[in-house]
């Protein structure tokens, strides 16, 4: 196939200026209309690029990374010979199939899916697998452009489809299920020189979260409700219900190794009245990876049953509970995985050195073995649940490799404990796990930890002020108790 003849009518342009070369590039340039995207930072990927025609717009539009990807050879080599000759260094051409692109790898701000899902729907690719690879590529919007029915004459002299096969409706419907936003644009006027032509421009955007996770644990049926932006209650296969949990990306617990993680779930369940809903493990592991990579995701069986928050003395027996885990899921490592998990926890010290005292490069008091351990890292009233006369704790994203047994410390600013001889108890049972810990590297930890919570609540529309103010007089009382430790000693 030759490169004039594989260029189609509609995306004639002069290469030099842009500018079409015929009234059909004209009239869907303006139908596209790319430039109200606010391209200017962003990234694309331009999916069944043709000769580029929307790769160059894109990339004069102020897009700073634009992939264009073909399956046809000529048409990939004229978009490189034509950037390289403009001078778009931003402009990557690449021959791929849709099939072949990964969403870790080629994910996009903006995807463009320009005539394409036609023709690998042709090829085989269900209507479910295709809005499955595009929710994955999008990381804000993607623009489709589509004929409407199988009646379209190009679907209907070049394949087989059956309206079952391909529709309007279910690709509306499954549009509609992978993103918060689908805006109609227009029907497109530029190919009606075709008689039966009807193409349609949808642009959508903010893609669910919640989507497709069925491909993350097998043998869910159904997300029957959301319970927070993050929660979800599903249903399996058999009508079991569990809960799925979404983990982001910058989740202190992803850093953790998973065996290390699995070890401490274990440990905390380990005899006594703290139990862990079962996490539901697939292939061996509970951390599961989403399908776009920048969420993991854990689940369990939904908690029926007559529920209640722990009162601040239970959530404090978790903490210590979790703390007595954290200390033997460490210690349960090989000697050289300790060492690259200390070396990890000593960083986060630096940094919390470095904002409690800005004029001060890091942490430079003695450090041993006996200093870390595993923390959760988010013990308070509300994630320790009473269900069944058990104490049940949930909401693992916060767990890492630190001070050892901090759990206990932090817990007593997070449910405000305001008595001072409850504090001063609550810190002596601590000091008698981790007696190896400088004092000076809690005290910092704990005011680095509170000046984040600060940044935070600065920045929410609304916080708890008065919430605040106990947490800032709870951890007054445990650095007051800390003080007089260290006096003792």
Excluded at 387 to 401: A, E, K, M, P, S
Aim: glycine content about 8%.
């Amino acid at each position: 196939m030759s490169k004039q003849s594989s260029v189609c009518i509609y995306n004639e342009f002069d290469p030099v200026t842009l500018a079409p070369t015929n009234d059909q590039t004209a009239r869907r340039i303006e139908e596209l209309g790319l430039e109200r995207l606010e391209l200017r930072g962003r990234s694309v990927l331009d999916i069944g690029c043709n000769n580029g025609l929307a790769s160059f717009l894109c990339a004069t539009s102020g897009a700073v990374d634009v992939h264009a990807v073909d399956v046809n050879p000529d048409l990939v080599e004229l978009v490189k010979a034509q950037a390289q000759a403009r001078g778009l260094n931003c402009i990557r051409a690449e021959m791929t199939g849709f099939d072949q692109l990964d969403a870790q790898r080629d994910q996009a701000d903006v995807v463009l899916f320009l005539e394409v899902l036609h023709w690998v729907v042709g090829q085989g690719m269900s209507i479910r697998e295709a809005m499955r690879r595009l929710w994955a590529l999008t990381r804000e919007t993607l623009v489709m452009e589509f004929p409407w029915s199988v009646s379209e004459p190009s679907i209907s002299r070049q394949t087989a489809l059956t309206e079952a096969e391909y529709n309007s409706q279910l690709i509306l419907e499954w549009l509609t299920l992978c993103f918060d936003r689908v805006e109609f644009r227009c029907f497109n006027t530029y190919f009606q020189g075709q008689p039966g032509s009807c193409r349609a421009l949808v642009v959508c955007s903010r893609p669910k979260v919640s989507v497709f996770l069925d491909d993350v644990l097998p043998g869910i049926s159904r997300v029957e409700r959301e319970v927070t932006p993050n929660l979800w209650r599903v249903a399996g296969s058999g009508n079991p219900v569990h809960t799925v949990k979404r983990v982001s990306a910058d989740a202190p617990m992803r850093k953790l190794p998973r065996g290390l993680l699995e070890t401490f779930v274990s440990e905390i369940s380990a005899g006594g009245r703290l139990v862990v809903p079962r996490f539901i493990a697939h292939g061996g592991r509970f951390l599961l990876d989403g399908v776009k990579g920048e969420s993991s995701y854990v689940a369990y069986p939904w908690l029926e049953g007559v529920m209640a928050e722990a009162d601040s003395m239970e959530a404090l027996e978790a903490a210590y509970a979790c703390a007595l885990a954290g200390i033997s899921a460490y210690e349960q490592l090989e000697a050289g995985k300790r060492g690259s998990l200390a070396e990890q926890g000593l960083a986060d010290l630096h940094h919390s050195v470095r904002r409690v005292h800005p004029d001060r490069a890091g942490w430079t008091g003695p450090v041993t073995d006996e200093f870390w351990g595993v923390n959760h890292g988010d013990v308070h009233t509300r994630n320790v649940i009473r269900l069944t006369g058990q104490l049940q704790l949930l909401d693992f994203d916060n767990c890492d490799v630190g001070v050892r047994g901090m759990d206990i410390l932090w817990s007593l600013v997070l449910v405000t404990e305001d008595d001072p001889a409850t504090v001063s108890g609550w810190v002596r049972r601590w000091r008698a796990l981790a007696p190896q810990v400088p004092l000076e590297a809690v005290q910092v930890q704990l005011k680095a930890h509170c000046l984040g919570w600060e940044e935070n609540w600065r920045r929410h529309s609304q916080p708890d002020l008065e919430l605040w103010a106990r947490m800032k007089l709870s951890l007054g009382l445990v650095l007051g108790a800390v003080s007089q430790l260290e006096q003792a000693e």
